[in-house]
């Protein structure tokens, strides 16, 4: 059995009470690809790690907000993201936790 570490299974991205078009939505999300794709732009920042608004901002390709920014708790909860502590101001000046990837949390 090969051991994906991208990827989150599809019942936990809608809730049994949620509409059918909830369900029929988190199937058609390949998260495979996207939390690929979000972890390597964060890990890719090293040390000085990355905000959302910056994160989103190396992805323009991609036009929803949910799309990228729910990946981060996959990451997390898989360890391949670590918040820093620290936060910095986005676009709208509001502060946003730093993400840096596992490879660079020791360094």
Request: net charge positive; charged share 25%.
């Amino acid at each position: 059995m090969i051991n994906k570490v991208f990827g989150t299974m599809t019942h936990k991205l809608f809730r049994a009470e949620d509409p059918l078009t909830s369900e029929q939505a988190a199937l058609a999300v390949d998260t495979e690809s996207l939390e690929e794709k979000v972890y390597k732009i964060i890990n890719a920042s090293g040390k000085a790690g990355m905000i959302s608004d910056e994160v989103r901002a190396a992805m323009p390709h991609v036009s929803s907000y949910s799309s990228v920014t729910a990946r981060y708790k996959a990451l997390k909860d898989k360890g391949l993201v670590l918040l820093t502590g620290e936060r910095r101001p986005g676009r709208s000046g509001k502060n946003q936790s730093v993400m840096i990837g596992y490879k660079h949390s020791n360094n």
